[in-house]
């Protein structure tokens, strides 16, 4: 079968910088070494034009997982002409489309069924799929977004301006240009760009489906560390109009951190969180799912998978009867109308879906 023709813009890119990288930077190092001015300058602009990309591109504009102050667009704008990763409006594009035909070889532009070199960057190397690229009928509410259409309009000279422009200066004030293109300019690019396709790629092969398994997308904690949060990402695809990826406080999120941060200010509002009892709910249902995997080659199976079903439509109901009174709970305290009473029943529920749970567990552990 014919390989469809190379985008060679791309390939020259990805060559160059990357080779750049791995010989240009050593180079420098050795015969002349790095400031810590420098290396604090690629540290700083790698998360700006990472996290431009995360909390913008993905959550904002592809997901619309919450608002955000023109200035904030107008940053985020900035940082993703600095992360060279193409204009929101065509980045958002083929995002939608991904998480429509999320694993579809045919319609997923970075399809993980694919192989982890094609959803990494292969997928941007030749026309596999030239039909995407079309008019944004998927992102007319982004063409309405003066920011985003004055971005992509003016993109090549404003990821000029960012990848060159803005480490030169910053590097003839701090006395040397070329260390600083190098280190806070190339290095930096190359580091996320690949940290960011690390989210197509390793997201959907390494890691834990906590939450569903109905698609390829992983949780995967280390993985997060890389990629500004989006590690979390079996999480993302199941629930992807929620703000945050690592849903605890404990999870390594610093997109969700940021989002939330600019909330205290006025910066960004309506953040988005999916409801807590579907949540749990998703993870109930892959428990069961697995439980009973695990004895479908028991000889009393049967009898194992009516005790399972049972013990799940049980726990289940508890759980849903819990959040029902932790909600009327919230909405008399708004009125002002909570009692002891209320509160003795909510506290009641939790008990019973505690005791539910941790019996449910108990059988769990008991067909490993």
Known sequence: MKKPPLIWTN????LLTFAGACILVPWRGISHGFEL???????????ASGLSITAGYHRLWSHKAYKSHPAVRFLFALGGALALQNSA???????????????DNDKDPYSANMGFWYSHIGWMLREYQAQRYHDYNNVRDLQNDTIVMWQHKHYLLLALLMNVGLPALLGWLNGDILSMLLLAGLLRLVVVHH??????????????QPYTD???????????????????????????????NGIHWWHYDPTKWL???LSWFGLTKDLRKSPQERIEAAKLQMQLKRAQHKVAHLPNC???????QAEYEELKSHLLA??????ALLEARKQQLADKHLLSQVTEMRLRFRAQRKQWRQLQASIA
């Open 302 to 308: 049967e009898e194992i998978l009516e005790k399972l």
């Open 214 to 244: 109905r698609n390829s997308a992983r949780d995967n904690g280390v993985l997060a560390l890389f990629t500004y949060g989006e590690g979390y990402h079996n999480f993302h695809h199941i629930f992807e109009n929620d703000y945050r």
């Open 11 to 14: 390939l020259i890119l990805f």
């Open 37 to 47: 001015s420098e290396w604090l300058t690629f540290v700083l602009l790698a998360f």
């Open 259 to 261: 989002i939330r941060f």
């Open 89 to 103: 409006l065509h980045w958002a594009s083929d995002h939608r489309i991904h998480h429509k035909h999320v694993d």
């Open 195 to 208: 940290c960011t396709f690390f989210i197509n790629s390793l997201a959907h092969i390494w890691g834990k």
């Open 322 to 327: 819990y959040f029902e009174a932790k909600k």
